[in-house]
């Protein structure tokens, strides 16, 4: 029996598959084609994103059932229908889901308040939270670009014929960083709640084995790298997608204990200080380390008066062009090295009357030859380096253990921490204004209680985040229109730690928060973060 079947297999060994398969199409499915194109409007009405998924064994001279639908649901669709989803579940409009069942639901949430969603609501709402984590890839806009051709607006300047218009408009806008009527309008945040999700940890690839003492993302918005200087003397650089976070360099300096590590204000090299009388530079061109060159402290810095030799370059800061460093020293001593001709000469001192706390380079008005100085009885000197002299003196207020300065790129605002916890924010325009002898604080902020170690401002002036290290989890940060502290993050759950450095990323999308532990934990600002 085995034999004669296989007999009558051999019959259609030598058959094409056309002459052996066919579509019956007759009068009787009906019915079934009736319900199939029901359940495909169904699914095209409720459906956001659709994705059509081509037969691997369709024939070349077969019509594809699929094909048949389409055409008979061309009447009823219009020239708007969509290609139906693979399958649809009816139960989706019927369930309730809770937003604030669970920690991780609340971040889909449009208001405070808001509980309880439906099911395409749910559904429409992981979508979007997924888009702002993962942008649409390149090769996905071009596709759609060429599935869905351009409509473009008649010469009669009349509006899209209907909404897919201007959808399909819409990916040829994104394609670009440049804005619709070429220049770029700021995005407004607004005050009392913050959106912000956390990250894979900056430097999870290569964690540090002591405290973070000093991070900072690269300048350029264009190059997604951060540096962080630990306590273990070694310099790690990250690239930063937010998924992934990978390793891509460590400097190991054994003789210098690194306290600060910045970029160069070009982005072309890193300045690495700490308690010795000499620095390092690191060049990301070529991938190599100098060390200064010897004598830079001593006679040349100490004149004709020979005062004691400064022994530590903690506390310095790059003019804005990046050509003069301004360091201090001890005794109120301020030297200004040359950077332009790379021997890294001192061309000139300052002296006040106290101690240097903080330095900071004035921005307003676009100002790159103004100084200011914090001393350790509270007084702020405004010095003209063109000039080498001091041209205004002011008190803070409050004026006791004023220890931290720091001001915003754009020359807005100028903070002053306390170790007290206090932290007074000027205009920068009052403190280096001539006209204006005792400058006001716009607001004194009291959120934290212990001393103020790290400030920092975001790009556009929007943030301040101000932290201590002194006890755990003490970072606010603070909407500085308004001049309100959000309420919503950070939270007691919130794992911070001994936070010991900040930094915001050229854009403002990241934010990166160094603690005791060695750990730079990394958040997402969803308000700059949006495509």
Same mark, same amino acid.
Request: overall charge neutral.
């Given at each position: 029996?085995?034999?004669?079947?296989?007999?009558?297999?051999?019959?259609?060994?030598?058959?094409?598959?056309?002459?052996?398969?066919?579509?019956?199409?007759?009068?009787?499915?009906?019915?079934?084609?009736?319900?199939?194109?029901?359940?495909?409007?169904?699914?095209?009405?409720?459906?956001?994103?659709?994705?059509?998924?081509?037969?691997?064994?369709?024939?070349?001279?077969?019509?594809?059932?699929?094909?048949?639908?389409?055409?008979?649901?061309?009447?009823?669709?219009?020239?708007?229908?969509?290609?139906?989803?693979?399958?649809?579940?009816?139960?989706?409009?019927?369930?309730?889901?809770?937003?604030?069942?669970?920690?991780?639901?609340?971040?889909?949430?449009?208001?405070?308040?808001?509980?309880?969603?439906?099911?395409?609501?749910?559904?429409?709402?992981?979508?979007?939270?997924?888009?702002?984590?993962?942008?649409?890839?390149?090769?996905?806009?071009?596709?759609?670009?060429?599935?869905?051709?351009?409509?473009?607006?008649?010469?009669?300047?009349?509006?899209?014929?209907?909404?897919?218009?201007?959808?399909?408009?819409?990916?040829?806008?994104?394609?670009?960083?440049?804005?619709?009527?070429?220049?770029?309008?700021?995005?407004?945040?607004?005050?009392?709640?913050?959106?912000?999700?956390?990250?894979?940890?900056?430097?999870?690839?290569?964690?540090?084995?002591?405290?973070?003492?000093?991070?900072?993302?690269?300048?350029?918005?264009?190059?997604?790298?951060?540096?962080?200087?630990?306590?273990?003397?070694?310099?790690?650089?990250?690239?930063?997608?937010?998924?992934?976070?990978?390793?891509?360099?460590?400097?190991?300096?054994?003789?210098?204990?690194?306290?600060?590590?910045?970029?160069?204000?070009?982005? /072309?090299?890193?300045? *690495?200080?700490?308690? %010795?009388?000499?620095?390092? @530079?690191?060049? $990301?061109? #070529?991938? &190599?380390?100098?060390?200064?060159?010897?004598?830079?402290?001593?006679?040349?810095?100490?004149?004709?008066?020979?005062?004691?030799?400064?022994?530590?370059?903690?506390?310095?800061?790059?003019?804005?062009?990046?050509?003069?460093?301004?360091?201090?020293?001890?005794?109120?001593?301020?030297?200004?090295?040359?950077?332009?001709?790379?021997?890294?000469?001192?061309?000139?001192?300052?002296?006040?009357?106290? /101690?240097?706390?903080? *330095?900071?380079?004035? %921005?307003?008005?676009?100002? @790159?030859?103004? $100084?200011? #100085?914090? &001393?350790?009885?509270?007084?702020?000197?405004?010095?003209?380096?063109?000039?080498?002299?001091?041209?205004?003196?002011?008190?803070?207020?409050?004026?006791?253990?004023?220890?931290?300065?720091?001001?915003?790129?754009?020359?807005?605002?100028?903070?002053?921490?306390?170790?007290?916890?206090?932290?007074?924010?000027?205009?920068?325009?009052?403190?280096?204004?001539?006209?204006?002898?005792?400058?006001?604080?716009?607001?004194?902020?009291?959120?934290?209680?212990?001393?103020?170690?790290?400030?920092?401002?975001?790009?556009?002036?929007?943030?301040?985040?101000?932290?201590?290290?002194?006890?755990?989890?003490?970072?606010?940060?603070?909407?500085?229109?308004?001049?309100?502290?959000?309420?919503?993050?950070?939270?007691?759950?919130?794992?911070?730690?001994?936070?010991?450095?900040?930094?915001?990323?050229?854009?403002?999308?990241?934010?990166?928060?160094?603690?005791?532990?060695?750990?730079?934990?990394?958040?997402?600002?969803?308000?700059?973060?949006?495509?």
């Amino acid at each position: 029996m085995d034999g004669a079947a296989g007999g009558n297999f051999k019959e259609f060994e030598n058959m094409l598959d056309s002459d052996l398969f066919f579509i019956d199409d007759n009068a009787g499915s009906s019915s079934i084609k009736e319900q199939e194109t029901s359940r495909f409007e169904e699914g095209v009405n409720s459906a956001d994103v659709t994705v059509e998924e081509e037969s691997p064994g369709a024939l070349d001279d077969t019509v594809p059932v699929a094909e048949g639908l389409e055409t008979s649901l061309g009447n009823t669709l219009g020239p708007r229908s969509r290609k139906p989803p693979a399958w649809v579940d009816p139960d989706d409009t019927n369930i309730q889901v809770s937003l604030t069942s669970h920690t991780r639901l609340r971040k889909l949430r449009d208001a405070p308040s808001e509980d309880t969603v439906g099911g395409r609501e749910y559904e429409r709402r992981l979508r979007r939270q997924y888009e702002q984590i993962n942008s649409t890839p390149e090769w996905a806009s071009k596709a759609r670009q060429k599935l869905h051709p351009k409509r473009r607006r008649s010469a009669s300047g009349s509006e899209p014929e209907d909404e897919d218009a201007v959808e399909d408009i819409v990916p040829e806008l994104l394609a670009s960083t440049g804005g619709i009527s070429g220049v770029k309008k700021p995005k407004v945040l607004s005050p009392g709640i913050i959106s912000v999700d956390r990250l894979r940890d900056a430097n999870q690839a290569a964690p540090a084995e002591g405290e973070i003492k000093s991070l900072q993302f690269h300048p350029n918005p264009q190059i997604p790298v951060l540096l962080t200087a630990s306590a273990d003397r070694r310099l790690r650089l990250f690239h930063i997608d937010g998924l992934t976070n990978p390793h891509a360099q460590t400097l190991h300096i054994p003789s210098l204990p690194l306290t600060n590590a910045t970029f160069h204000p070009s982005g /072309a090299s890193i300045l *690495l200080t700490g308690p %010795r009388p000499f620095y390092y @530079t690191y060049d $990301l061109q #070529s991938g &190599t380390a100098h060390r200064s060159p010897r004598g830079l402290w001593g006679t040349t810095f100490s004149g004709p008066s020979q005062t004691p030799q400064d022994g530590s370059m903690d506390i310095c800061a790059f003019n804005p062009p990046g050509d003069v460093l301004a360091i201090a020293g001890r005794c109120g001593h301020i030297h200004l090295v040359d950077w332009r001709s790379g021997a890294a000469q001192v061309v000139a001192g300052l002296k006040a009357n106290a /101690a240097i706390r903080a *330095l900071w380079w004035s %921005r307003a008005h676009g100002a @790159t030859s103004t $100084l200011l #100085s914090l &001393t350790e009885d509270a007084q702020v000197y405004v010095w003209d380096v063109a000039q080498r002299r001091c041209v205004k003196r002011w008190q803070d207020e409050g004026g006791f253990g004023s220890r931290i300065m720091g001001g915003d790129q754009r020359g807005s605002y100028l903070a002053i921490g306390s170790n007290t916890g206090l932290v007074n924010v000027y205009s920068e325009e009052s403190t280096v204004s001539l006209g204006v002898s005792k400058p006001k604080a716009l607001k004194t902020l009291g959120n934290l209680t212990t001393n103020i170690t790290c400030l920092r401002y975001n790009h556009d002036a929007q943030l301040l985040a101000m932290a201590s290290n002194v006890k755990k989890d003490q970072m606010r940060l603070v909407h500085l229109p308004s001049l309100t502290a959000f309420g919503n993050w950070p939270t007691t759950s919130t794992p911070l730690g001994h936070v010991t450095a900040m930094d915001f990323s050229a854009g403002s999308e990241y934010l990166a928060i160094g603690n005791n532990r060695g750990r730079a934990l990394l958040y997402q600002l969803r308000h700059y973060g949006e495509k």
